[in-house]
C-alpha cells in the first residue's frame, strides 16, 4: 500500500511553467507506475501522462506532448510532472495515481489502485 501526496500547484500566469510532486507519505512508490491526471471544473477526469516504474516507458496523451515531461526520482520517493507554456484550459486540480503494473490502457482511472488528494493549478490569462 502506498499514500499519495501531491505538491507544487497554485496560480500561475500564462505561458509560466510549474513543476508538480507526487510523493510517497507512506509506502514507497518506486516499483509503481504512477499516472498523471487532471480534472477541470465541470469536466471528467482525464490522463495526462504514465510513467513506468523504472521511467524507461511513459506515455503522454497528444494535448500535452511537447509540453509536458514526467519523471521520476525512486531515491527521493516521488514522481514529477513538469509543464510549460501554460495555458487557462490547462487549469484543473491535478492528481497522481498508482497502477501495480502498466495498464493496458494507462488512460483509465479504473487501472489505478492508490490516489493522492490533488493539487490545485490555475492559469490566468
Known amino acids: 500500500q502506498v499514500q499519495l501526496v501531491e505538491s507544487g500547484g497554485g496560480l500561475v500566469q500564462g505561458g509560466d511553467s510549474v513543476r508538480l510532486s507526487c510523493a510517497a507519505s507512506?509506502?514507497?512508490?518506486?516499483?509503481?507506475?504512477i499516472g498523471w491526471f487532471r480534472q477541470a471544473p465541470g469536466k471528467e477526469r482525464e490522463s495526462v501522462g504514465t510513467i513506468n516504474w523504472n521511467g524507461e516507458n511513459i506515455y503522454y496523451i497528444d494535448s500535452v506532448k511537447g509540453r509536458c515531461t514526467i519523471s521520476r526520482d525512486n531515491a527521493k520517493n516521488t514522481v514529477y510532472l513538469q509543464m510549460s507554456n501554460l495555458q487557462p484550459e490547462d487549469t484543473a486540480i491535478y492528481f497522481c495515481?498508482?497502477?501495480?503494473?502498466?495498464?493496458?490502457?494507462?488512460?483509465?482511472?479504473?487501472?489505478?489502485?492508490?490516489w493522492g488528494q490533488g493539487t490545485q493549478v490555475t492559469v490566468s490569462s
Open positions: 507512506r509506502g514507497s512508490l518506486r516499483l509503481y507506475t
Open positions: 495515481a498508482a497502477a501495480t503494473r502498466w495498464p493496458n490502457d494507462p488512460t483509465l482511472t479504473d487501472n489505478y489502485r492508490y
